[in-house]
C-alpha cells in the first residue's frame, strides 16, 4: 500500500489571544518566530516550575538559616555583610556611672548584682546617702531596710527604659548633702530607697508613735513666777502674779495626719527631713525625725492648785491673735533606731529650752513691728540665755534705722508674753506690758547687760 504523504497543517492557537503560533520545527519559521513562541509557551505554561522553584530557595534559605544558628562566626559574617553597620553608641559622661542611694535606713544593707552586702551608711559618715559605682550592663540592687519595705530594681549603664529602681530628681533633694559636696555631679542618678515615716506598716507607725511619746512624757521641772511676773490665762488674757508660781511648758505631739505624706512640707507630725540619717559607733544607725508638737503652759500655786490648765504660747489681744494656728507648735528632732523594735536615744529643743521657743518670739516680735509702722528697725539680734536657766526666756535687741536712736530696743519673751525690757521699747510700743524688776533682770543676764 502506498503511504501518502499528509498534507495536513497542525495550528496552534493561542487561547487567550486567539492568534497561531506557528511550531518551532517548522522549517518555514523564523528565528522571531521561534522567539515569539517560546516566549508564548513561558506565558501560558502550567505554574509547576514556579511552585517547583519557590520550593528549592526556600530549602536553601532555611539551610542557610539553620547553618547560621549552629556556626557563630558565620552568623556574624553574614550581619556584617547583609545588615547597615550599626550607627556608634554615644560616648557616656565621665561621671553617668555615678548612682547615689537616697532615704535608705542607716542600719539597712544593699547588694549590687548579689555579690556583695554592704551597709547603707558606712561607719564614721554622718550623710543619709552613699554611692556605688556601676559598670556598663544591666544590674540588680536590693536592699533590705526593716522595718521599711524592702527593695529589689534593676538599674544600667547606659540607663535603659527598662530599669526599675525609683529615681528621685536633685531639685526635690535641696538642702542636702552628696558626699562632700551640696549638689550631685551632673550625670549621676538618684535612687530613692523610700525609708520615709508614712512608708510604715500602721502597727510599726504606731508603736514609733508610742515610743516618741513616752519619751516627751518625761519630767519637766517647773520653773519659778515670782510676784509681779507676768503670765497667760486659758483663755490668753495676761495676768500678773501676786504670789510665787510655778509654770511648766507642756508639749504633746500632734496625731500625724494619714492624708499628709511625712516628707509633705504639710507634715504636722513626724516628720522626714533630708539630712536625717546618722551612725554611731554605741547604736549602729540613727534615724533623726522632726517631731512636730504643740505648746501651752500649767501654771500652779505653790501647793499645787491650778491657775491654768493649758495657756497659749502667745496673748489672744491683738496684735498677735493673728498669728496662724500652726505657729503654735514647736519643732525638734527625735534621734531613734531600730533593733526589732523602737528606741528613742535623743532629742533636741524639748522642754523650757529657748531654741524651741525662738520661732514663736521671732513670729510675735514681727507681728508687733507690722502694727507699729512708725518703728523702723534695721537689725534683730536674739539671746537665748544658753548656760543659763532655760526657764529665763529669750530677749531681743532692735536696731532702730534713726542714727539719732544710740539706744536699741529690748523685748523679752517670757512664758508667752513679750514685754518691753527698756524705756525706748516702751516708748515705741505703749501698747505692750513692761517687765517686772524680776524679769528685768532675768533679760539683762540672758543679753550680758550689767543690772
Request: aromatic fraction near 6%; include cysteine; proline fraction near 9%.
Amino acid at each position: 500500500m502506498d503511504t501518502q504523504e499528509s498534507d495536513i497543517e497542525v495550528e496552534v492557537t493561542d487561547l487567550s489571544t486567539g492568534a497561531n503560533i506557528r511550531h518551532p520545527l517548522d522549517d518555514n519559521s523564523t528565528a522571531a518566530d521561534q522567539r515569539d513562541v517560546s516566549s508564548q509557551l513561558s506565558r501560558t505554561a502550567p505554574p509547576t516550575r514556579r511552585i517547583r522553584a519557590v520550593l528549592v530557595t526556600s530549602v536553601v534559605l532555611l539551610a542557610v538559616a539553620l547553618v547560621t544558628l549552629v556556626d557563630p562566626a558565620l552568623r556574624s559574617s553574614l550581619s556584617t555583610a547583609l545588615l547597615p553597620p550599626p550607627a556608634p553608641s554615644p560616648a557616656l559622661a565621665a561621671d553617668a556611672n555615678l548612682v547615689f542611694l537616697e532615704s535608705g535606713a542607716p542600719w539597712g544593707t544593699f547588694s549590687l548584682d548579689g555579690l556583695e552586702t554592704l551597709p547603707l551608711v558606712p561607719p564614721g559618715i554622718q550623710l543619709s546617702s552613699v554611692w556605688i559605682k556601676l559598670a556598663p550592663g544591666r544590674h540588680t540592687l536590693q536592699v533590705s531596710q526593716p522595718p521599711f519595705p524592702a527593695l529589689k530594681c534593676t538599674i544600667s549603664l547606659p540607663a535603659a527604659r527598662s530599669d526599675t529602681c525609683p529615681l528621685v530628681s536633685p531639685h526635690a533633694l535641696q538642702g542636702s548633702y552628696f558626699g562632700n559636696q551640696s549638689s550631685p555631679p551632673a550625670n549621676s542618678r538618684i535612687i530613692d530607697l523610700g525609708a520615709r515615716f508614712y512608708r510604715l506598716a500602721p502597727d510599726t507607725a504606731a508603736a514609733l508613735i508610742d515610743a516618741v511619746r513616752v519619751h516627751l512624757s518625761l519630767p519637766v521641772v517647773p520653773t519659778s513666777l515670782a510676784p509681779g511676773d507676768h503670765y497667760l490665762r486659758d483663755d490668753g488674757s495676761v495676768a500678773v502674779a501676786r504670789t510665787p508660781l510655778q509654770i511648766t511648758l507642756q508639749m504633746e505631739l500632734v496625731s500625724p495626719d494619714d492624708s499628709i505624706a511625712s516628707d509633705s512640707a504639710r507634715c504636722q507630725s513626724l516628720c522626714d527631713t533630708l539630712t536625717n540619717f546618722q551612725t554611731n559607733s554605741d547604736t549602729g544607725g540613727l534615724w533623726s525625725l522632726e517631731a512636730i508638737l504643740t505648746g501651752s503652759w500649767r501654771i500652779t500655786t505653790a501647793d499645787g492648785q491650778v491657775i491654768a490648765h493649758q495657756a497659749p504660747l502667745w496673748p489672744s489681744a491683738p496684735p498677735y491673735d493673728t498669728l496662724l494656728q500652726d505657729s503654735r507648735n514647736l519643732r525638734l528632732s527625735v534621734v531613734t533606731n531600730w533593733d526589732g523594735a523602737w528606741h528613742i536615744t535623743g532629742q533636741s529643743g524639748f522642754g523650757l529650752d529657748p531654741p524651741s521657743l525662738r520661732p514663736v518670739a521671732i513670729q510675735m516680735s514681727s507681728m508687733l513691728l507690722n502694727a507699729s509702722p512708725q518703728v523702723e528697725t534695721s537689725v534683730m539680734n536674739m539671746y537665748d540665755g544658753r548656760g543659763l536657766n532655760a526657764g529665763q526666756g529669750l530677749a531681743l535687741s532692735l536696731t532702730l534705722r534713726d542714727p539719732a536712736a544710740a539706744t536699741p530696743l529690748y523685748l523679752y519673751y517670757h512664758f508667752g508674753i513679750l514685754l518691753a525690757a527698756n524705756d525706748a521699747a516702751h516708748r515705741a510700743f505703749p501698747g505692750i506690758p513692761v517687765a517686772s524688776a524680776h524679769e528685768l533682770a532675768l533679760a539683762r543676764a540672758i543679753m550680758g547687760i550689767p543690772g
